[in-house]
């Protein structure tokens, strides 16, 4: 009998972590469509469409994944939470200054969104905001550096920030990025248990930047 009752618990705890997982990625978005609704469905500005369009493919992949083992610990979720927030709080209103042309900023957030969806695509449903254990993707982007993903949602916020340029955005879209390191840091931590993860680390250095980082 308890360890029927301690097998209940356990799965009462694996789907509140997946509601929860799901809850993180929406509360964002709807403040990001609410906060920018002006520059989205009414000036209808290529940046800023192609910004929520990478939010929906995130959104569509983690409502798609397969339930799996998540970390339980507190920082991880911690910093899904703030990875997943600072990106999502960026304003088209804050400033008017665009260090960019519109062509080039929607050129490099395109290839941002081009490298993370080929990143989603090769993950498909194990893809997951919250750190956790999942089968190792060796093809595609994954050959070249280990985390295409947030590669790719750097270029896009890269991308946005340079035509929307302002204090705000450079604190929110800087924090993210300092954020998604931690992460990188901390998925690795877990990741690095299965020894297919391990060898595969050792051929492809890189974690985000080719010859950088």
């Not at 910093?79 to 200054?97: F, P, R």
């Not at 956790?132 to 947030?150: C, D, L």
Request: proline share 4%; with cysteine; net charge positive.
């Amino acid at each position: 009998m308890p360890d029927k009752n301690n097998d209940n618990h356990k799965m009462k705890h694996f789907v509140f972590q997946e509601y929860m997982e799901k809850l993180i990625i929406i509360v964002p978005y709807i403040y990001f469509i609410y906060h920018n609704s002006e520059s989205i469905f009414i000036i209808m500005n290529p940046i800023s469409i192609l910004y929520l369009f990478e939010m929906i493919l995130e959104l569509f992949f983690t409502l798609l994944r397969f339930p799996g083992k998540m970390s339980h610990n507190t920082t991880d979720w911690i910093l899904a939470i703030l990875g997943t927030y600072a990106a999502q709080i960026v304003s088209t209103h804050a400033s008017n200054t665009h260090l960019a042309s519109i062509t080039f900023c929607f050129i490099l957030s395109f290839i941002g969104i081009l490298v993370s969806f080929s990143a989603k695509i090769c993950l498909g449903r194990s893809f997951a905001i919250v750190a956790a254990v999942r089968v190792v993707k060796t093809y595609g982007p994954y050959r070249i550096i280990r985390h295409p993903m947030y590669a790719g949602y750097m270029l896009t916020s890269f991308g946005f920030l340079l035509y929307n340029f302002s204090l705000w955005n450079i604190c929110t879209i800087f924090s993210a990025w300092f954020v998604q390191i931690l992460r990188i840091q901390a998925e690795e931590k877990i990741l690095s248990t299965d020894p297919q993860w391990s060898l595969w680390s050792k051929h492809v250095r890189w974690k985000l930047l080719p010859f950088i980082y």
